[in-house]
């Protein structure tokens, strides 16, 4: 029908015409209204009443695809005004949905959509009346206040068919007896509250942005989980969008019902071929995430069918990075626990006339529309016996493939099920020389660890069709996949390959060094696992994909960090003070604070001596007003140690650099307010410092237009500056690999695994947000 007639048609039941191009526009809405329509037609003779148009209308618009065979029976019910309000076509659309694959039994029908319940006034003025006498100190108390829309939810309980304006109604009507008419005091506003004060107007920058936008999304992943995501119920797969629903369909979701006890069941299957990055912890935190908030189960499955490929310390490093960020699997299985079913699940599919053997070559099937297949209308008999010499080695590789009959939506035509690569697999040796690919792997494990929930990122959505086709076509319990948008974080790169091109030109030292983005990597830095989930719920689950600066990662490592990272005093650059008239006769202890706002979470002791050491930087010959610390004009104080120095004296070296100043020291109480205060230690123990920037100067490192010389010529040599000798109090003497501390004044640093028992050595996790405007 031409889009002026569906126009036209649609008008004819009552829709403006505004509405009837809009409807036109949408091709599945207008297609299910249209039908909808027609079908109506047969069981109303002359026009179609408004009401039950309107119905019709919402019909179109709600039913889903698994339900649609359905439709015809749905208008016949609203044609006849048997189904006559929203509530009853909800009920309806449900039903049906419930029973997609099947008849449907009208009795039960007409009972689970209340067809026929009708309640007389006296029913209905009951069941307000008990609601409204349950609540009647509320209601005297505030009045016309009082929200009554619980008071529906709970009346509609003892009379749910009932219309939703008949029974306002009589709530309205009854709550008018109970108070009597509005009063003036009634028709005022209440009061607002005060609000507070908007902050200050800052420079906007993007680490403000990040931290602002922490104030969005959820907190933790649990909350996430719980409030954020609406995934479908456990058994209810079909109910989902784009589900296809087989005669089997039902049987299956009983069956797998029974096996799973109802619980959430999702799984992370990573390929064992390279250590995870940050975009991983996304889909870490939303498979363990998902099935830890619903009191369910997550498998950790190895998708290890690409031997050539696989590494040991990449099975280990995987495990270690999803314990590391929190999580438990409730079991660790491998896609080659499962070789010989899914080898027997492909017989099955040849011989349900699905699957064929091909010879066509892997470079004649690349591109947008490779040849067809010459072999698809090879007779089965003749594929299953070619199935069974590629997997006794009777080809080379390359020569043969199994390839399923089905289409993937990119368009992709009889995507490849098994290849022969001989190669022996970590696990399983040489018993196989045929491996299956993801396209067949991936749906199948699912199914056979009864996953609830297959979530995987956006790129997989054009793999969904096939994913439901393949369960289907073997009569398999299905699972839904949910897809949600991937995360990339820019000013870095996560491809595999990269990486290990920065390992090989030594730009980097290997996937842990603290520069990468990596877990390993983060981890070595110092980030804390807590800090990845929060970042993770921060940005919450979506299909957008998103590309996100490392400030706001940074910001939620320090919002971490400042809770957990005890304090301490490490002088990175160290300029030697001698305190000439040091009040003590030999050094002292001070106390010093682990949490300075929190006094009541510890303390530990300093020694204060003769002869301390300061920031270099803390010391100017010259300097303008802005400077607040020590010069040969203006004193400073000494964090912990109440004294206020002066300087008395510089000593330089040939290059006019200071070497040593001689100070005298006073009581704080006894001095005039210094402007500053400056970190210190004493007796110290010599550590190193390693400090971090950006690995690469551009957003987008891999994009030619922005890097034409390629990402290799974005690395900034100036991304790690050692420190080799600085000062730390020797409070942090005991300090083990990993361990995390704030430097006061200086950022948040943690013990690196090169550190030994003789020197430790200091990764800088995060600079304090303060830095940017300390003078």
């Keep these: ?35 909808a329509i027609e079908q109506a037609k047969k069981h109303i003779a002359g026009a179609i009443p408004k009401p039950v148009a309107n119905l019709l209308y919402s019909l179109a618009s709600k039913v889903k695809d698994q339900a649609s065979t359905h439709v015809p029976f749905l ?42 319940v009708s309640y007389t006034d006296t029913e209905v003025v009951k069941a307000v009346a008990a609601v409204l006498a349950a609540n009647t100190e509320g209601l005297i108390e505030n009045r016309y206040r009082f929200v009554v829309g619980p008071l529906l939810v709970e009346a509609r309980k003892a009379v749910p068919w009932v219309e939703g304006k008949r029974l306002k109604d009589e709530v309205d009507r009854q709550i008018l007896k109970l108070l009597g008419p509005k009063t003036a005091e009634d028709n005022e506003k209440p009061a607002k509250k005060k609000e507070k004060p908007a902050p200050e107007k800052k420079d906007s920058n993007t680490a403000e942005k990040a931290e602002k936008a922490e104030s969005s999304g959820a907190t933790t992943i649990a909350e996430l989980m719980k409030t954020r995501v609406n995934f479908h119920k456990v058994g209810e797969n079909y109910k989902t969008n784009g589900y296809v629903i087989t005669p089997k369909t ?106 064929y053997v091909c010879h066509q070559k892997a470079e004649d099937l690349k591109g947008h529309n490779p040849p067809p297949s010459p072999w698809a209308n090879r007779p089965i ?62 749906c199948l494990c699912d ?53 290990a091109k920065l390992i090989e030109t030594q730009i980097v030292r290997d996937w842990d060094d603290p520069r990468l983005f990596t877990l390993t990597a983060l981890r070595r830095r110092g980030f804390p696992p807590e800090a990845l989930n929060n970042f993770c719920a921060l940005l919450g689950v979506t299909m957008s994909e998103m590309a996100i600066d490392p400030q706001l990662l940074e910001a939620c490592v320090r919002n971490v960090l400042n809770e957990t990272a005890p304090r301490h005093l490490v002088v990175l650059e160290p300029l030697k003070v001698t305190i000439l008239n040091f009040p003590h006769k030999a050094a002292v202890a001070v106390e010093a604070l682990d949490f300075p706002e929190k006094p009541e979470r510890g303390k530990h002791t300093i020694q204060f001596a003769p002869v301390i050491y300061i920031e270099r930087s803390d010391f100017r010959k010259d300097a303008d007003k802005n400077f607040k610390r020590l010069t040969p004009t203006q004193h400073v104080g000494l964090r912990y140690a109440n004294v206020v120095l002066e ?78 000798n600085a000062l730390a109090d020797k409070s942090l003497a005991g300090a083990k690999v990993y361990d995390k501390f704030q430097f006061e004044r200086v950022g948040f640093f943690s013990v690196d695994p090169d550190s030994s028992a003789d020197r430790l050595v200091f990764n800088r996790t995060v600079s304090l947000k303060e830095d940017a405007a300390k003078n």
Excluded at 402 to 426: C, F, N, Q, S, W
């Design 647 to 724: 300087v008395k004296k510089v000593i330089e070296g040939a290059d006019g650099e200071p070497l040593e100043l001689h100070v005298e020291c006073k009581p704080l109480g006894d001095a005039e307010k210094p402007k500053g205060f400056i970190h210190w230690v004493a007796d110290p123990i010599v550590v190193e410092a390693r400090l971090y920037e950006r690995l690469f100067r551009h957003k987008s490192p891999e994009d030619p237009s922005e890097v034409p010389g390629g990402f290799l010529s974005d690395c900034n040599p100036d991304s790690m500056r050692v420190i080799p």
């Design 1 to 35: 029908m031409a889009a002026d007639d569906l126009i036209a048609f649609f008008m004819e039941v009552g829709l403006s015409e505004e509405k009837a191009k809009e409807t036109a526009k949408n091709d599945h809405v207008a297609k299910n209204f249209k039908n």
């Design 250 to 355: 039902m049987e299956l979701l009983a069956q797998h019902l029974k096996e799973t006890g109802g619980k959430v069941i999702t799984r992370f299957p990573p390929e064992p071929n390279g250590i995870l990055h940050i975009g991983h912890a996304k889909a870490i935190n939303i498979n363990f995430g998902y099935a830890t908030a619903h009191d369910g189960l997550c498998y950790l499955r190895y998708d290890d069918t690409n031997p050539e490929k696989e590494e040991e310390k990449f099975f280990t490093a995987i495990k270690d990075m999803v314990e590391w960020l929190g999580y438990k699997p409730y079991k660790i299985t491998h896609s080659s626990d499962y070789f010989q079913e899914l080898y027997d699940l492909a017989v099955e599919l040849i011989k349900r006339g699905d699957a």
């Design 75 to 116: 208008v016949e019910y609203i044609a006849n005004g048997k189904i006559n309000s929203e509530l009853q076509l909800t009920a309806a659309l449900d039903f049906a949905l419930a029973h997609a694959a099947g008849d449907i039994k009208r009795a039960e029908f007409e009972k689970g959509c209340g067809v026929g």
């Design 381 to 442: 008999a003749e594929s299953l016996a070619l199935f069974e010499d590629m997997k006794n080695g009777m080809f080379d590789e390359g020569a043969a493939t199994l390839r399923m009959r089905t289409v993937l939506e990119e368009g992709k035509v009889d995507p490849v099920a098994y290849r022969i690569k001989y190669v022996a697999h970590h696990r399983t040796g040489t018993k196989w020389c045929i491996y299956p690919t993801y396209d067949y792997t991936h």
């Design 447 to 499: 199914s056979i660890e009864n996953i609830t929930h297959s979530l995987c990122t956006k790129e997989f959505q054009q793999r969904r069709s096939s994913y439901y086709w393949l369960c289907n076509a073997l009569d398999l319990y299905c699972p839904v996949q949910w897809e949600y948008g991937r995360l990339n974080v820019n000013y870095t790169v996560v491809s595999k390959r990269k990486i």
